[in-house]
């Protein structure tokens, strides 16, 4: 009997509880759909219109018909074009270098190693716009730093207009945004190498593992999570490559730095075409989907 009433207590007690848990989501909840789940429909939506949202416009049913236009713009492909060297280019190099840093200054003292911690950190928390400005200045082709480095040392024998000129600008921007993006990635590391199983370091040093053979056959396991997580939110950022477009070059010269969000921005709040803006944003979305599920099957088969 008293075993009885002590499962009707529990039960009840654990319906309490996940009622509460339920309650206290709820606004989480609301807040998702409300501004997550609806307006992704609103713009898949509005992707099948041709819309102005003008106060007296009238959006007129097209069908496929941005779809098919994306991929006869010239400026779109070049944009898709550029946003993908970028994503090529930059994650790679993002993970490499955060996962070699991250092995050198992991050994370090606590002090040093926080000192390491915040240097690299620093251009996350800083605002995107003061450090734009900073590599703005750099980059200047009268008085930037870069150019009077290059001319002091006898590299360069004239300025460079380096966000000016094709053959330089979108290399200028890749550059912004590693520096930029290695920060994050590097304090997770870092992280993840604490949480490996010293056992089976110490193990396999009693085995007599090298350093290679330790990193690749017991750490780099247990830091693959890390690794799988780095690699999505930096291909992610890579695509969503927007404030430093809009903020030194605008797309230019001659659409060598357009990306795809930047295009968006142009087509849907300069052009006021917000159905084909949608239409690309749509197109994005399933790229940035494809290559994260891409991401996880392959780290799931290693």
Known sequence: MAKGVYTTRS????????????????????????????????????????????????????GFGNYIELFRDGIFLKALKNTFVIVIISVPVVCI???????????LNDKVLSVFRCIFYLPVVTGSVAVTVVWKWMYNNYYGIFNYLGK?????????????????????????????????PIVLYVSALGNV????????????????????????????PTTLYILVITTINSFQCFALIQLLTSGGPNHSTDTVMYYIYYMAFKMFRYGYGNAMGVVLAIFIAVLSAVQFRLAKEK
Not at 163 to 169: H, S, V
């Open 197 to 224: 199983d010293n056992s089976l370091v110490e193990a396999a040093k009693v085995d007599g593992a090298n350093e290679m053979q330790l990193f690749w056959k017991i750490k780099w396991p247990q830091i693959m």
């Open 152 to 184: 002091s040392s006898g590299i360069l024998k004239t300025n460079i207009n380096w966000l000016g000129d094709e053959r330089f600008a979108l290399a200028c921007i890749i550059l912004i945004l590693l520096t930029t993006s290695v920060g994050q």
């Open 11 to 62: 039960k009840e007690l654990v319906r309490r509880e996940t009622t509460s848990a339920y309650l206290f989501l709820l606004p989480s909840l609301v807040f998702f759909i409300g501004f997550v789940i609806i307006p992704m429909i609103i713009c898949v939506y509005t992707s099948f219109f041709d819309s102005t949202m003008g106060k007296d416009a009238k959006d007129v049913f097209i």
């Open 97 to 107: 270098f955060s996962l070699w840093v991250s092995s050198v200054i992991y050994n």
